[in-house]
Every structure is written in C-alpha cells, then in structure tokens.
C-alpha cells in the first residue's frame, strides 16, 4: 500500500517556486504513481507563473506555462497527501491553520538539508536559475527518498 497517494508543493503565492518544484518532479521516475501539483497560502485570483520562473524552466527544457496559481485548501489535506513547503513559516501557517495537517514538512527537512529555499520576490533572473538549481537537487533527493519508502514496504 502506497504511503502517499498526492505531493503538493506549497509555496506562499504558487507563483515561482512551488510550481518549479512540481514541474521538476512531474519530469522524474518513481516507482509510484504520484499526483503531483503545487498550491499557495495567499492566492487572491488565478495568476498565472512567475515570468522569471517560467523561462528558468523553458532553458531546462519544462514549463509551467498552463499553471494557474491555486490557494490551498482543507479539501487538498489528508493522510495520504504530502505537503512540501519552501519554508518553515509556511509548514506551521499549514499546521495550525488546517485539520489533521499531518504530513507536513518543509522540503529541505523532508530531504535531510538544513536551509529553506529561498524567497523569489523582486529578484533578479540569476536568482531564479540558482532557486532552479536548488529545487533540482533538493527534488533529486526526494525522488531517491520516495523510491527507497516504496521499496520498503
């Protein structure tokens, strides 16, 4: 029996980096299946990605041009969905303001990485290549982490 059946990469605004994120992880192997999408803690419309973000991904051959921002929502919470959040804030606005929000976990803690990934606003092109880059091995990381608890069982 699968340990999760979805992975919802939370970010604060789901314009930047939880969309990278998922569009990272839709690209990667598990031996799984695993409903993957991204959602933020303040959405006020459907915005579309980042621009910055967008064209990071188009230069690593991805894109989250059809990405439409997306609030989390108590629905999107349950036992079998793990919930990655770019920081530690966002991990404890998750579990104190939603029910039975257990499988949260940042994805640096998830991963065994001691440092948040870092916030995007107002910053330059190079910072998103470099949040890129982060994401990428952060995400290489959990891959292993998840095909390991699958093979475990």
Do not use: W
């Not at 933020?40 to 064209?55: D, M, R």
């Not at 880059?133 to 390991?148: F, K, M």
């Amino acid at each position: 029996m699968k340990k999760y059946d979805k992975l919802i990469f939370v970010d604060s605004d789901d314009t930047d980096r939880a969309p990278m994120a998922s569009a990272i992880m839709q690209k990667k192997y598990l031996l799984s299946p695993l409903k993957v999408c991204s959602r933020g803690l303040v959405v006020l419309f459907p915005e579309p990605v980042n621009q910055k973000a967008e064209a990071v991904l188009v230069s690593n051959g991805l894109t989250a041009k059809e990405h439409a921002a997306t609030q989390l929502s108590q629905e999107d919470i349950s036992g079998k969905v793990l919930l990655l959040t770019m920081e530690e804030a966002q991990k404890e606005k998750i579990r104190t303001g939603y029910t039975n929000a257990l499988n949260v976990y940042t994805i640096a803690e998830y991963t065994g990485v001691s440092e948040d990934v870092a916030p995007l606003y107002g910053a330059p092109l190079s910072a998103y290549g470099k949040c890129y880059e982060t994401l990428e091995a952060l995400i290489n990381r959990l891959v292993i982490q998840l095909n390991e608890e699958e093979l475990k069982k």
